[in-house]
């Protein structure tokens, strides 16, 4: 077992919230430097950390590219769906939470077309409800499928969409915002067109800018598409690709923290090494939390090792808001819920923690608990009710 990590900083929480995200030292420290935009230094790094992203795609990243897009991770969803979707496309996309439905607001503001899974709260979109959307409709030239949905925490089936969406000739776009750098992902059983995530999310680095990862070849194919320049993927690949350059001013600082955090990232052992640490921090998590009587809203075979969805206990004694500031107050910030039938909370696994770090959050979990007089943490029956439509799939 490694030395535990060491707390962000005396007296500043744990941001259980991916992301913003806890960030190490070293990541912040590397943002004590003013970089001059057009300066050789600047464009060397930025050249560094498209190469060091593309790295962490695995064989057959040659026939691809990174493009780095300033803005925070929903900018990117939209350069990719307003560049890759030609005008006369239409995309097919899969919803189980929060993201999947910003997804499908976005081609509304496109104004191009598009049909809607939705599956609800977290239910996953499975690769025959895809094989089927795509039978029906000839029209569809696009799948657009959230690989982890961070409303939930849920690890959606990717590989068995991509499958389908492959075999129906349709090509993939993937937000895979939440799960890119620690999670493995196999490009050659995904075969996706493009796929977003961002910096501050498993890579640990600061909020500022996100990056698409794309085929060369649909980046060249895209030239016009787009109903924005600002989101313009194939414009800023085309100028980054000519001058080096980001086409409008970037977040310089932001970038420079980000290739520290792909240092560590490659010092943890890459996807794999931070995908133990997550596994483990969410292992730690789960099992004490359940411990206490908490619950999960996902079995263990769809929980990701991003995030966790617990129901809030029953007992009339618990309150989230005070729950939250007890939790704030022992030194660790957690998110709301997002499930639109039962209440419950969120707790990431991803960031600057280990399972040392872990278990002190279900100290003060259980803690908050005797603060409040909670005597039972157990759920209300309603919420086992939703736990038995995933159990039934
Ligand atoms: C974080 C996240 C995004 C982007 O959200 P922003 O608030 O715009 O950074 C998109 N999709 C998923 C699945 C995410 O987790």
């Known amino acids: ?39 050789d230094d600047f464009r060397a790094l930025t050249r560094e950390i498209r190469a060091g992203i593309l790295d962490l795609i695995g064989p057959g990243a040659e026939a691809y590219d990174c493009v780095p897009i300033q803005g ?42 598009h049909t809607l899974i939705d599956k609800g709260d977290y239910l996953p979109p499975r690769g025959d409800d895809v094989a089927h959307a795509l039978a029906e409709d000839p029209a569809i030239t696009h799948v657009l499928a959230i690989h982890c949905e961070t409303s ?20 993939l776009l993937i937000d895979s915002m939440s799960a890119f750098g620690g999670v493995p ?10 796929m977003v995530s961002s910096a501050n999310k498993c890579i640990e680095g600061v909020p500022g800018f996100g990056f698409v990862i794309a085929r060369t070849s649909e980046l060249e194919a895209a030239k016009g598409n787009c109903h924005s320049l600002s989101l313009d993927v194939e414009a800023q690949w085309s ?37 133990a640490r997550y596994s483990n921090n969410r292992d730690a998590l789960v099992t004490g939390m359940r411990a ?23 007992d009339p004694a618990f ?24 209440d419950s909370f969120r707790i990431g696994c991803i960031g600057q923690m280990d399972a040392h770090v872990m278990n002190l959050v279900v100290e003060a979990a259980r803690d908050a608990l005797s603060d409040m007089g ?20």
């Open 239 to 275: 100028t980054m690709s000519k001058t080096g350059q980001w086409r409008f001013t970037p977040p310089t600082h932001v970038v420079a923290a980000f290739r520290e955090a792909l240092r560590a990232h490659a010092q943890e052992g890459g996807v794999e090494g931070r995908a």
């Open 152 to 171: 939930s925490g849920i690890l959606n089936p990717i590989d068995e969409i991509a499958e389908a969406t492959h075999a129906a000739g349709r090509k």
């Open 374 to 393: 909670v005597v039972s943490a157990a759920p209300p029956a309603i919420a086992l009710n939703e736990r038995k439509k995933l159990a039934a799939l």
């Open 185 to 194: 992902m196999d490009l050659a059983t995904l075969r996706y067109t493009a």
């Open 72 to 113: 925070s991770g929903s900018y990117c969803v939209e350069a990719m769906l307003g560049t890759f979707v030609p005008k006369d496309g239409k995309v097919l996309v899969l919803a189980n939470g929060a993201y999947g439905l910003r997804a499908a607001q976005t081609m509304t503001y496109l104004n191009r077309a």
């Open 292 to 314: 206490l009587g908490f619950e999960t809203l996902l079995d263990d075979r769809w929980l990701s090792p991003i995030i966790v969805t617990f129901f809030c206990p029953a």
């Open 319 to 342: 309150q989230f808001s005070q729950f939250y500031d007890l939790m704030k107050s022992k030194g660790f910030i957690i998110y709301p819920g997002k499930l639109t039938v039962v």
């Open 1 to 39: 077992m490694p030395a535990p990590l060491p707390p962000p900083k005396l007296g500043e929480p744990y941001l259980l919230t991916p992301g913003p995200l806890t960030t190490s030292f070293g990541v912040k420290e590397a943002m004590l430097k003013d970089w001059g935009s057009w300066d």
